[in-house]
């Protein structure tokens, strides 16, 4: 079946950046949008960026400037580059894909298992 998998998370201090990837495999026909979401301790899961299939991007207020959401198509792989990182920026990390299966009519809706980013001196 079609996977996401996440990589690139860690402990980083305030100010500093980390990227992350996400890297789907499996039966693949078209990956549409490709989303990054993250839940903070104590929260509700939360949209952080978004990227359509020709390459429109989209950010929650709280990382506009910061964070920068992109996609290489060939490697069926979504990125985020995160700079000057907040302790607020603590969270589990999530991709998130709209992916139409080769053979199938529609599309399906897959999450990453997660990746901890912890921001802290």
């Known amino acids: 079946q079609v996977q996401l998998v996440e990589s690139g998370g860690g402990l980083v201090q305030p100010g500093g950046s980390l990227r992350l990837s996400c890297a789907a495999s499996?039966?693949?026909?078209?990956?549409?949008?490709m989303a990054w979401y993250r839940q903070c301790p104590g929260k509700q899961r939360e949209l952080v960026a978004v990227?359509?299939?020709?390459?429109?991007?989209n950010y929650a207020d709280s990382v506009k400037g910061r964070f920068t959401i992109s996609r290489d198509n060939a490697k069926n792989t979504v990125y985020l580059q995160m700079n000057s990182l907040k302790p607020e920026d603590t969270a589990v990390y999530y991709c998130?894909?709209?992916?139409?299966?080769?053979?199938?009519?529609?599309?399906?809706?897959?999450w990453g298992q997660g990746t901890q980013v912890t921001v802290s001196s």
């Open positions: 998130n894909a709209d992916i139409r299966r080769r053979r199938l009519y529609s599309d399906v809706n897959y």
């Open positions: 499996g039966s693949i026909f078209s990956i549409n949008d």
């Open positions: 990227i359509s299939s020709a390459g429109s991007t």
